[in-house]
């Protein structure tokens, strides 16, 4: 594995870089040599975030972790990806997806987590076109984290979502 790091309002010592390549290093069992791993580590007031993004082929495995102590917080994200890996392993390697970015061992392993996905509800609705800002005022008076609609500029479907610190985020399809 390959793993890049960079630092935002944060002096990337040896203690940081050696020990987030000792934690992330446990996972050289799932993946081959040539996988690249994003690290970014972040400081905002007494918030230690570490941000792990782990592109494979077809899916992108991530992990924000914060807590008071950047150690903890790379703790816990290398326990986090490696949770994912074992809980989403049959279909992050399924026979549509390329397994070259995995080692052997973990594909060829047997899974001993059996929680599959199961859709337990579908809803259906009538998707009348609005603006964005106006998905944002009905996803307010619904009470959601998000709202998806058809936006009435481009008449495509579209998603609006909360973000941290009162905004908004718009999720736009690119073809």
């Keep these: 594995m390959r793993i890049t790091i960079t ?6 010592t040896d203690g940081l870089k050696s020990a987030i390549e000792s934690k992330l290093g446990k996972l050289e069992k799932y993946f081959s ?19 792990v993004t782990i592109p494979v082929k077809g899916n992108i495995i991530r992990s924000e972790q ?8 790379i703790d816990l994200v290398e326990e986090v990806i490696e949770r994912q ?16 970015s995995f080692k052997k061992e973990f594909i060829e392993k047997e899974s001993d987590v059996d929680d599959e996905i199961q859709i ?12 964005p800002e106006d998905a944002c005022v009905q996803m307010e ?16 479907v579209n998603v609006v979502y909360k973000r941290k610190g009162s905004t908004y985020g718009l999720i736009e399809p690119e073809f």
Excluded: W
């Design 120 to 131: 337990k509800r579908t809803k259906k609705f009538d998707m009348k076109p609005m603006y």
């Design 66 to 73: 914060v807590s008071n102590d950047m150690y903890v917080s």
């Design 85 to 100: 890996l074992k809980k989403y392993k049959k279909k992050i390697i399924s026979k549509h997806q390329n397994a070259s």
């Design 141 to 156: 008076l619904l009470g959601h984290d998000f709202f998806v609609f058809c936006n009435a500029e481009t008449e495509r």
């Design 7 to 12: 630092g935002r309002n944060i002096d990337l």
């Design 33 to 51: 040599p040539d996988t690249d791993v994003f690290v970014t580590l972040s400081v905002e007031k007494e918030r230690q975030k570490i941000e």
